[in-house]
């Protein structure tokens, strides 16, 4: 024990105690076993307080006061309850079946069930999920039916209590030790890939963007079962009932993988002329682009190709104005900084993503020494700890000042990307410039006749592409022909 831990314990306000709970939820929702809720106690002397969270909703119960006879007969008749609940009602996601559910004496197993590395030695560790298996009602376009896969090791996890709860785990088919509904003929399970709305207008000359998509080889959705329908009946139409959604699809690479700046910023060309690609053709914007959703694959003879991965929250363009779309979308440190400003309600411009695309080379270049290794001084840790107007204050100082006295410092490492920041943010800064004049003067006139998708031609697919295509003085691969 260190002595910040000897020292007699302050006493919490009430709302530092929640927050303390809330941090535990929040890690117990991230980590560990894969959960749609969790109940925790909150006991302070002789009161105590059930409070239940999932990840939009956190409801507590009265107070109970164990002094009280009746109350403290309440209580323990609740742990009673709680005790005899189902894994699903006591948060575990349906179908999931992992060793310790039938076999307790794993519980003991050490550094299977608390993450060891962990400070405080309270995060779940995702070790537990390794060998479960987990069915679903799996879905292509040829065949429909259950499927049980087998877990493998968890390669992503979101750490965050509010909105989606992403986790990405290797599977194999669980057929291995038997009998499987999906082998074929051959002897070979069926992981045919889905034909989407993208893939589909990819072939003749647009079969070039197959290597920059995902590989999606079936989906699953399973609602929240009986306990989102008693929220919902609780809450009334406030409340949206959550649901688990999940997709099976070929495994990518992180780009934390790469090895040179040359393959960071192909990678990055790359992800551009996807994203123009899939904007033009099938009409679909991506709006959540952030590093995590920036992958790649290697082919046979190990060329590199960028992937845009993650549609989740994608729109159709020509449906992106609607009410229902949701504005507030994307990662915090990634989103244009206009949609982080307080009562932004649109409209949503395909540029939007491309700014999300400078943070991701900006946050990149500044904070990694080399790939996978974190630099000593994090000039924008802020944008991933604080909230909306605090980012929002920040990357409009950066953007919307202009101060022809900044200067792009990229890690040694990631050096020739010095070029491309400061291009891009100067074609951003004078977009901005240029918008400004031309309201005030709409103001003054009364009609505005400049190009807000594209910041007046300061800022677009062709501004970007004429920067991208190359890198540290040499021409990097234009993927479409055209
Ligand atoms: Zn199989």
Known sequence: MDN??????????????RYQVAG?????LSYGVIRSHVITLMIDDAKVIFVYYDHSLIVESEVLDLQDSEQKLLFVKMIKQMHALSPEALGII??????????????KNPGLYLEPAAKEGTIPSHKVLVGCLLTVDYNTKTRQGQRTVRLGKVLFCSNGINGRGTKVIRVTCSCKDGDCAWKGKDGECDWKGLKLRCTDMAVDEHAWVLKHLPNVLGWFITDGGALQVRLKLMFGADYDERLICGSIQEELCPIMDLESQEQFAQVMYDVLQCHEWVYTHPRVLHRDISQANIMFRRDATKKIYGVLNDYDLAALVDERHAPTSGHRTGTKPYMAHEQQRTGWTGPLFYRHDLES?????????????????????LEFVKWFTEGDDFIYKEKSNLLRVVDFSWIAAPQPFFGAFRYWLQTIRDSLVDGFSDQGLALRKARVGGQISFDLETLGDNFSYKTMSAVMRNFDGKELVTRNPK
């Open 4 to 17: 910040e831990e000897n020292r007699s314990p302050q006493p919490l306000t009430p709302q530092a105690f």
């Open 24 to 28: 535990y939820a929040r890690d117990i």
């Open 94 to 107: 349906p179908n999931l079946q992992a060793p310790f559910m039938y076999d307790p004496k794993q519980l």
């Open 357 to 377: 695309l400078f943070y991701v080379i900006l946050l990149l270049v500044y904070h990694y020494q080399r790939p996978g290794v974190k630099a000593e001084k």
